[in-house]
């Protein structure tokens, strides 16, 4: 029981017999114990393979149990997992699934224009048009545009202009991670118990990562980005730590286990109230990751109200100098979704209705 539990998350409620997370273990018992698959006895590997979700991984503390997910996202995780790894063996089947993808992608995108209410067509036509008109767009969508200092241009509606012909790997290519990016929609190809965009992380030595307290400008910079260290500072010491700044001087969290891999808890520094799980796969020591935790349209539509209260509060130009207002908390203590599941439930609950039904069809 005490495996199938898993590590507390440090409240009261987690630790009685009438928590989700309990009545998950409960249920996951009696199908390991009962269950058979032609006679032999079950593991959660099996579980895993036959329901397509990630029963021995699963996040157990209350805020996991209780955050709902679109049903249709864990659908779309099974799809993945059962497609295996890319590019597929059948070139034909893989060219028409490429081609699947680019054309969500699109739509998506489009969508997502459409609820910020402007169209693809109208973010293509600002790139030439001039500053008054540009500002007006961006007025009307709620940014403000911040002039180049050196370089070409690129401002809130330059990047705002996601492009399919671009190479995946530059940041205004039509990809879904960069759509998480700007606009917050989850990407469907990364890990699914993770949230925020990983960036620089070219070893992959950082397999999950979760954040929560996460608060623009106070334990994130001015671009939502937290960035992390990962070194190992004995035989049997490796630590992580999190900084609000790309000059890694502000720490805001960290924390340390004695084997290579597995998860590490992370826990505030300096008051920063940021705190979170990153799971970790050491190969070398690496100061290059970054973590984009706060959608780019949020913190620009967020920059613009703070501008329009700074006015409101201090409508004489001088008396507003040197005042700041305090650092907003992003909506629901995590990414802005445009995704509200309104028929979702928590993945915590679906998985424990998988089980169900293994036990109720063995």
């Not at 081609?99 to 910020?116: G, I, P, S």
């Not at 530059?170 to 879904?176: G, P, Y």
């Not at 990562?209 to 990962?230: A, H, K, M, Q, S």
Request: hydrophobic share 40%; proline share 5%.
């Amino acid at each position: 029981m005490a495996e199938l539990l898993g590590p507390l998350c440090g409240c009261q409620d987690c630790d009685t017999a009438l928590s989700p997370r309990a009545y998950l273990a409960v249920l996951a018992k009696y199908v390991l114990d009962h269950v058979r698959n032609d006679g032999a006895p079950i593991d959660l590997a099996f579980l895993e393979s036959r329901f397509g979700q990630p029963f021995a991984s699963l996040p157990l503390d209350c805020d996991a149990s209780e955050r709902r997910v679109r049903q249709v996202r864990l659908a779309v995780e099974i799809l993945r997992r059962e497609l295996g790894p890319r590019p597929l063996s059948d070139a034909f089947r893989e060219a028409a699934l490429t081609a699947a993808e680019a054309d969500y992608r699109m739509a998506a995108y489009m969508r997502l224009l459409t609820q910020l209410g402007t169209t693809y067509e109208e973010v293509r036509r600002a790139r030439s048009a001039s500053d008054n008109e540009r500002h007006a767009v961006a007025d009307r969508l709620g940014l403000i545009l911040t002039p180049s200092t050196v370089g070409p241009r690129e401002d809130e509606l330059d990047l705002l202009l996601l492009d399919p012909t671009l190479a995946a790997s530059h940041k205004r290519s039509l990809t879904e991670a960069n759509l998480e990016r700007v606009f917050g929609l989850a990407d469907t190809q990364r890990d699914p118990l993770s949230e925020g965009v990983k960036l620089g992380d070219t070893q992959e030595q950082f397999t999950r990562w979760n954040f929560d307290g996460v608060v623009l400008g106070r334990n994130t910079d001015e671009t939502g980005l937290i960035y992390l260290d990962l070194i190992k500072f004995a035989s049997d010491g490796y630590a992580v730590r999190a900084f609000s700044d790309s000059g890694r001087t502000r720490l805001v969290a960290s924390g340390e286990r004695a084997t290579t891999s597995g998860p590490i808890r992370l826990v505030q520094e300096a008051g920063s109230r940021l705190s979170g799980v990153v799971e970790i796969d050491y190969t070398a020591d690496d100061a290059g990751v970054s973590l984009a935790v706060v959608a780019s349209v949020q913190r620009w539509r967020l920059r613009h109200l703070q501008a329009r209260w700074m006015v409101e509060d201090w409508p004489d130009p001088s008396a507003a100098a040197g005042k700041r207002l305090p650092p907003r908390r992003p909506a629901g203590d995590r990414l802005a979704r445009p995704e509200v599941p309104t028929r979702g439930r928590s993945r915590l609950r679906f998985v424990a209705g998988s089980v169900q039904l293994a036990r109720h069809t063995a």
